[in-house]
């Protein structure tokens, strides 16, 4: 009888430290901080009465902005939640179209909304995938070497998607770290001024780093 009671005391004494080992799907409210890669890559097809071209093209720059969230528990191991983040961009892309021309598209703010389902990889690691809306405001310029008539400078928000994938780690049971891969998709720009139309179609891929707190 005093066996059973030493090892049933033993036991309780250790279930804390065993439950610890065990993966904890982090949930509830968050707020981080994201840096990163950005490259934006632009096809751009235009014509008027005399010529038609396609060209395409991509520029690399950097990232910044932050995301908040709120995530909760979906199995043992599983966690499923809703997010929404702005950022901007250092990214700038040129390309010439006929000779001296040149077209330019500028990336600015952009704004995302949707939903991410991760898994638990380890005690404090989660991988999860993500999904959702775009809005990004562009700006694109053209400049004709020899007739400035045809010269623009527009600035528009474009509508579309975003998919991406990242790894999560819990530093402490309110600090984490990720790292993630985000790829995004706008609807076409098409431009027409009389003389000249355009129809411009772009993507973007980044590379981000985040930062942030759970309360």
Do not use: W
Not at 13 to 38: C, H, K, M, N, S
């Amino acid at each position: 009888m005093k066996t059973m009671l030493l090892t049933a005391v033993a036991l309780t004494a250790a279930a804390p430290a065993l439950a610890q080992t065990e993966p904890t799907p982090p949930v509830g409210p968050r707020i981080e901080a994201r840096v990163g890669f950005d490259r934006v890559v632009l096809g751009v097809h235009a014509s008027d009465d005399l010529n038609d071209e396609s060209v395409s093209g991509g520029k690399s720059g950097v990232t910044y902005g932050g995301e908040i969230g709120y995530d909760l528990r979906a199995g043992q191991y599983a966690t499923i939640g809703v997010y929404a983040g702005i950022e901007g961009a250092s990214t700038k892309e040129c390309t010439e179209l006929y000779g001296s021309d040149e077209a330019c598209l500028k990336a600015g703010r952009n704004i995302t909304a949707g939903v991410r389902a991760g898994y638990m990889f380890s005690r404090t690691g989660l991988l999860y995938v993500k999904g959702g809306y775009t809005n990004g405001r562009l700006r694109l310029t053209y400049r004709d070497a020899t007739d400035g008539s045809n010269n623009f400078d527009e600035g528009t928000n474009r509508d579309g998607f975003h998919v991406g994938a990242g790894a999560e780690m819990g530093f402490s049971r309110n600090f984490y770290g990720k790292l993630e891969y985000v790829y995004t998709n706008y609807n076409s720009f098409d431009v027409d001024d009389g003389t000249t139309s355009g129809n411009l179609d772009f993507d973007r891929h980044q590379v981000v780093a985040g930062f942030g707190v759970r309360f």
